[in-house]
Nanobody, 119 residues
Framework: QVTLVESGGGSVQAGGSLRLSCAAS????????MGWYRQAPGKQRDPVVT???????NYADSVKGRFTISRDNAKNTMYLQMDSLKPEDTAVYYC?????????????WGKGTLVTVSS
């Protein structure tokens, strides 16, 4: 079991910045990738960026050059630095962890944190 807790959401004007945090606890060693997803009102949940245990990242085209994922392994925490925010970035942002154990893959989700970008 992995528990994820997000923080850092809020309201900001277009062009501003926010940093989200995701603290992980539980079976940390079974995590093989983590990431941030977002869900805008009335839309499906989409990936924003993922990072593997080896550090490989994959960003959505819409956030490349503006968002940066990082992690602090000592604190079991992942971050998402969001710069040059746009109104279309408004969404609930979810932290995700994927584990692989005994041939079974499992996705874990945080409860989400709301980011609102005003024009």
């Amino acid at each position: 079991q992995v528990t994820l807790v997000e923080s850092g959401g809020g309201s900001v004007q277009a062009g501003g910045s926010l940093r989200l945090s995701c603290a992980a606890s539980g079976s940390i060693l079974s995590i093989n990738s983590m990431g941030w997803y977002r869900q805008a009102p009335g839309k499906q949940r989409d990936p924003v960026v993922t990072i593997t245990a080896g550090g490989s990242t994959n960003y959505a085209d819409s956030v490349k050059g503006r968002f940066t994922i990082s992690r602090d392994n000592a604190k079991n925490t992942m971050y998402l630095q969001m710069d040059s925010l746009k109104p279309e970035d408004t969404a609930v942002y979810y932290c995700n962890a994927h584990t692989w154990s005994k041939g079974v893959g499992t996705h874990y989700w945080g409860k989400g944190t709301l980011v609102t970008v005003s024009s």
